[in-house]
């Protein structure tokens, strides 16, 4: 059987190329920003607004780079968010996977009641004081669990996943493997996480990406500066302009002006340095994401 052609007309080609300019140029303008920092952090802070756009590093230094490395606050918050992110991710994507796989069997008696309790979650919650008091009275307060376990369930993302589950873990297989005497944990660990590699993986990236990003739990539940993650020591730099003890030191002995320049390039430093780790992770997954949200977002 002949293969049908498709014949470009002159107003697709247009089209075409219209299409590549203007998605070319959305991509430079949302791109620019992260390139601009990568440049200033790598730049003589004096040049970094000599010109109006900053396409590559002038003046090249690592300053920023070097004071990171001998600022213990930096380090410590790195070393803390990448235990926060790991473990809370990792029992999240727990949770989540033990509440998505009973909603998403048939046989489970008030599936309906429990899915619509779990859904009003989304829309009302107590608040940030009976919040507080509960992980208060829990004594988890200013302790590594008050970062993992209040936002250790999200409904959203097990609904999500509840909603792969079904349509993706045929009824068939699982009346074959009871016939074979698996029970549900069985059937959980050997049949359908190694079916759901693609949905686990974007539950993770959510998780992941958002507890890396938080701060403002850190800011009201943490009072020991030694369990501050990196995105509250990034805030204090930014916005408060506090850059720790060894890093005070060492502005104090420097002129004024050169104290200016090193604390902006130093946050252009700590922003890269907070950042990367992210767009290192999301290539890793990239190929998982597409299936797993469109397969899991077709039905409610």
Same mark, same amino acid.
């Given at each position: 059987?002949?293969?049908?052609?498709?014949?470009?007309?002159?107003?697709?080609?247009?089209?075409?190329?219209?299409n590549?300019?203007?998605?070319?140029?959305?991509?430079?303008?949302?791109?620019?920003?992260?390139?601009?920092?990568?440049?200033?952090?790598?730049?003589?802070?004096?040049?970094?607004?000599?010109?109006?756009?900053?396409?590559?590093?002038?003046?090249?230094?690592?300053? !920023?780079?070097?004071?990171?490395?001998?600022?213990?606050? =930096?380090?410590?918050? %790195?070393?803390?968010?990448? #235990?926060? +992110?790991? &473990?809370?991710?990792?029992?999240?994507?727990?949770?989540?996977?033990?509440?998505?796989?009973?909603?998403?069997?048939?046989?489970?008696? !008030?599936?309906?009641?429990?899915?619509?309790?779990?859904? =009003?979650?989304?829309? %009302?919650?107590?608040?940030l #004081?009976? +919040?507080? &008091?509960?992980?208060?009275?829990?004594?988890?307060?200013?302790?590594?669990?008050?970062?993992?376990?209040?936002?250790?369930?999200g409904?959203?993302?097990?609904?999500?996943?509840?909603?792969?589950?079904?349509?993706?873990?045929?009824?068939?297989?699982?009346?074959?493997?009871?016939?074979?005497?698996?029970?549900?944990?069985?059937?959980?660990?050997?049949?359908?996480?190694?079916?759901?590699?693609p949905?686990?993986?974007?539950?993770?990236?959510?998780?992941?990406?958002?507890?890396?990003?938080?701060?403002?739990?850190?800011?009201?539940?943490?009072?020991?500066?030694?369990?501050?993650?990196?995105?509250?020591?990034?805030?204090?730099?930014?916005?408060?302009?506090q850059f720790?003890?060894?890093?005070?030191?060492?502005?104090?002995?420097?002129?004024?002006?050169?104290?200016m320049?090193?604390?902006?390039?130093?946050?252009?430093?700590?922003?890269?340095?907070s950042?990367?780790?992210?767009?290192?992770?999301?290539?890793?997954?990239?190929?998982?994401?597409?299936?797993?949200?469109?397969?899991?977002?077709?039905?409610?």
């Amino acid at each position: 059987m002949e293969k049908m052609r498709y014949i470009s007309t002159k107003s697709d080609k247009v089209f075409d190329v219209v299409n590549v300019v203007i998605i070319t140029l959305l991509t430079l303008i949302l791109l620019y920003p992260i390139v601009f920092v990568v440049n200033a952090s790598f730049s003589n802070p004096n040049k970094i607004y000599e010109v109006p756009l900053l396409l590559w590093p002038r003046g090249f230094n690592v300053n !920023g780079y070097t004071e990171i490395l001998k600022n213990k606050d =930096i380090l410590v918050g %790195f070393k803390n968010a990448v #235990i926060y +992110t790991g &473990l809370g991710t990792l029992v999240s994507v727990l949770v989540t996977t033990l509440g998505a796989y009973p909603l998403s069997r048939k046989d489970l008696r !008030g599936r309906s009641m429990l899915t619509l309790f779990f859904t =009003i979650t989304m829309f %009302f919650g107590g608040g940030l #004081i009976p +919040t507080y &008091l509960v992980n208060q009275r829990l004594g988890i307060i200013n302790t590594l669990w008050v970062m993992i376990l209040p936002g250790a369930v999200g409904v959203y993302n097990m609904i999500l996943m509840r909603t792969y589950f079904q349509q993706n873990i045929p009824s068939e297989l699982v009346e074959s493997a009871y016939m074979d005497g698996a029970n549900d944990l069985q059937l959980l660990y050997k049949i359908v996480l190694p079916l759901s590699t693609p949905i686990i993986v974007v539950i993770a990236m959510f998780n992941g990406v958002g507890r890396w990003n938080s701060y403002f739990d850190a800011m009201i539940y943490l009072r020991d500066r030694a369990r501050f993650p990196l995105q509250l020591i990034l805030r204090e730099i930014l916005i408060q302009g506090q850059f720790g003890d060894d890093v005070n030191q060492t502005l104090v002995g420097s002129a004024q002006a050169e104290l200016m320049m090193l604390k902006l390039t130093l946050k252009y430093s700590v922003v890269i340095v907070s950042t990367l780790p992210v767009l290192l992770f999301y290539p890793i997954v990239a190929k998982y994401f597409e299936k797993g949200i469109l397969v899991g977002a077709i039905k409610g």
